[in-house]
């Protein structure tokens, strides 16, 4: 039986710069100048999703908090600040930060140390989330965009290290960091340490993934990339001998809201997608010139014409049908929660964008109630997919 | 594909012309077989322009990602040259790699000609000495690198190659461009395209050498090969005209006059 769980992930946009500023500007991160960022504003947004974290707490669901730099998409820019604060203010829920970028920070000791910090001040509520940083990141955090996936991985075995070593100072020589004394206190509330997930669809990183046991999160990876994603996980641990994952090893973000009606949903739902339509704007040399972006054999087909162009089309019945949203009345978002479910051979945790774009504070915390009164209770409990029979479908 | 064992290992090599060995190190990109300056060059010695690792057809190990693995991979290619002296070229990145080079003490080097190297620090903190190559638009590197951006040979790619790019050429050519972007990438990210402690060093640069500069370049202005001449011992400056950051490319005569003019070769034949 699986009980499936939701999770409330916000980056906390600031959707108020003129339209005018952003058509004009190369970028709508990394460069744009703050000045187009009121703290006025930015303090009252600060407080209305924390305020929507609180109900989060009350209701019983998961809070989720990421980091992005520099543009309108995100007012996290520090995710283990904002953890730590959602962890003092909250006491029930589980907490999981996705993540500091550490492909960016230089010291993944320092990493190590805000975490097991959030673990006792939660008292063992932190999951820990790894993500390897978009293009744009690389620019505000003057990091190198080349072998971030070897620096991500050395990353998490130092902070893995340093979360699990009790016995005093270790050294670490690697590739990418050295640190000669690695002593942090206070170790982590959970032992040996907190949950570890991952944000990707890289399948090379899904089958590490996999053979470590870390949970994979897709975000709007659609059926199709979902579904080959976990595959790739579940069969590198088979082919190593290690037993099948529960779902809860498997994440998926997508937009959401819940409403009274699925009119209500649709409308209030269509505010979400400015996501992609308009936060995401990037110049070239911050996205597909950027080096190491693609392996080098699968560049024509990112720079050839027309690729790469801002999507303008994405209604919510489209992105409901390519499994990147969830939106409805309570039974139509039950519905198509367990559709993705069965579509993608199962996935315990859904991570609910709502609170995104142009919605309010308002309608985000009355779908955050609709989705845990209405939709939580009838995902627990669940048969377990008969992943043959997905197989068959799939081929025919 | 001709290749130059160098060390441990094998390098993509242009070769070009007969006689007195002149090794060009290659900036952004490995020299073009287009570019209109090899020829005139060869008239006057072997052109021998080898590809980095990880440009063009070069092999790049997994650990060989600095300036240090490519200052000691050219004195391997130094030592494979059978010559017992090479005049040394070394064009933006790869005027970097050759004053490093020259500040190993190299004993082959016979002359050092620059054109339009980074490498150094000159400028205070909050002044940009050198455009960033990986954080500025292609169009505004492609203002930037040329007097005339209409100059620019067929099938040449230099800074602000992005914008060049059409649905005409080859996967493998946009294959190519990628792995040497990716390349350049991983030896001068960061810090970008200087090393910090080279200014200090470039006394130790003994033998001949002229610092050749576009005088519209704007990637790395007139102003800043002014004060790389003057760290180098008895180094000469020269402006070329109508040039930009790629003098090699843009005024290819113009160029070549004057390295060999430095090499001590009549340059009017």
Redesign the interface.
């Known amino acids: 039986m699986t009980d499936m769980e939701l999770w409330n992930h916000c980056e906390n946009p600031y959707p108020f710069v003129p339209a005018e500023v952003l058509d004009a500007a190369e970028a709508a991160r990394a460069s744009l100048p703050n000045k187009y960022c009121e703290p006025e504003i930015a303090a009252r947004l600060y407080d209305e999703v924390f305020e929507e974290y609180r109900l989060c707490d009350d209701i019983g669901l998961h809070i989720v908090t990421n980091e992005h730099h520099s543009g309108i998409n995100n007012l996290w820019a520090a995710s283990p600040v904002i953890t730590g604060i959602v962890a003092q203010m909250t006491s029930k829920v589980r907490i999981l930060s996705l993540g500091t970028l550490i492909t960016v920070r230089p010291d993944p000791v320092r990493v190590a140390t805000e975490y097991a910090t959030i673990d006792v001040i939660s008292r063992g509520r932190l999951d820990i989330g790894f993500v390897k940083s978009g293009a744009t990141e690389m620019v505000s955090g003057d990091a190198n965009p080349m072998r971030i996936r070897e620096r991500e991985w050395e990353a998490i075995d130092l902070i893995e290290k340093s979360l699990t070593s009790h016995d005093g100072p270790f050294s670490w020589e690697g590739k990418f960091f050295s640190h000669p004394h690695v002593n942090i206190w206070p170790r982590p509330y959970q032992s040996p340490r907190p949950d570890f997930w991952a944000a990707t669809s890289d399948l090379p990183t899904c089958a590490e993934l996999g053979r470590r046991g870390i949970v994979n999160t897709l975000l709007f990876g659609g059926y199709t990339r979902t579904k080959l994603a976990f595959d790739t996980y579940k069969q590198a641990r088979a082919a190593i001998g290690l037993p099948k994952p529960k779902e809860d090893r498997f994440s998926y973000l997508a937009f959401c809201y819940v409403g009274d009606t699925d009119e209500e949903a649709f409308r209030i739902g269509q505010k979400i997608p400015w996501f992609l339509t308009v936060s995401i704007k990037s110049a070239p040399q911050m996205s597909k010139f950027q080096p190491g972006q693609l392996p080098p054999e699968m560049v024509p087909g990112a720079w050839r014409g027309g690729a790469s162009k801002r999507p303008n089309n994405l209604n919510v019945e489209n992105l409901v049908s390519q499994g990147l949203m969830f939106a409805g009345n309570p039974d139509t978002v039950v519905k198509q929660i367990k559709e993705f479910r069965r579509r993608v051979g199962g996935v315990g945790r859904i991570i609910m964008m709502t609170r995104q774009g142009l919605v309010t504070h308002a309608e985000a915390m009355k779908s955050f109630n609709l989705a845990a009164k209405e939709v939580l209770p009838r995902l627990q409990g669940l048969e377990p997919i008969d992943d043959e029979a997905v197989q068959r479908a799939a081929a025919e | 594909m001709t290749t130059l064992r160098a060390g441990r290992l094998e390098l993509e090599v242009l070769r070009r012309g007969k006689g007195a060995p002149i090794l060009v190190i290659h900036g952004v990109n490995p020299i073009s077989s287009h570019a209109p300056f090899v020829d005139r060059l060869a008239e006057y010695g072997e052109v021998i322009a080898p590809s980095h690792p990880g440009f063009g057809a070069s092999e790049r190990p997994y ?1 060989f ?1 600095t300036m240090y693995d490519l200052v000691n991979l050219y004195l391997d290619v130094l030592d494979a040259i059978p010559a017992e002296r090479v005049t040394v070229i070394g064009l933006s990145f790869g005027g970097w790699i050759a004053a490093e080079l020259a500040v190993t003490g190299a004993r082959k080097i016979d002359r050092l000609i620059l054109a339009d190297p980074v490498g150094i620090k000159i400028g205070g903190r909050e002044e940009r000495d050198i455009v960033h190559f ?5 169009d505004e590197l492609i203002r930037r690198s040329w007097a005339d951006p209409s100059l620019r040979p067929d099938g040449v790619y230099a800074l602000g190659w ?1 914008a060049t ?1 059409t ?1 005409a050429m080859t ?1 493998a050519e ?6 040497n ?2 390349s ?3 030896y001068a ?2 810090p970008h395209m200087y090393n910090p402690q080279l200014a200090y060093w470039l006394r130790r640069i003994v033998v001949p050498t002229l610092v050749l500069w576009g005088d519209h370049d704007r990637i790395v202005t007139p102003s800043y090969g002014r004060a790389y001449a003057d760290l180098i011992p008895g180094a000469r400056f020269e402006l070329i005209p109508n040039a930009g950051h790629h003098p090699d490319l843009e005024q290819p005569e113009a160029f070549v006059e004057q390295v060999v003019r430095f090499m001590g070769k009549d340059a009017s034949r």
């Open positions: 650990d990602d990986f954080n500025t638009s292609p992005q790019i649905d996967d946009m294959v190519a461009l990628a792995r972007w990716d350049l990438c991983l990210w960061k």
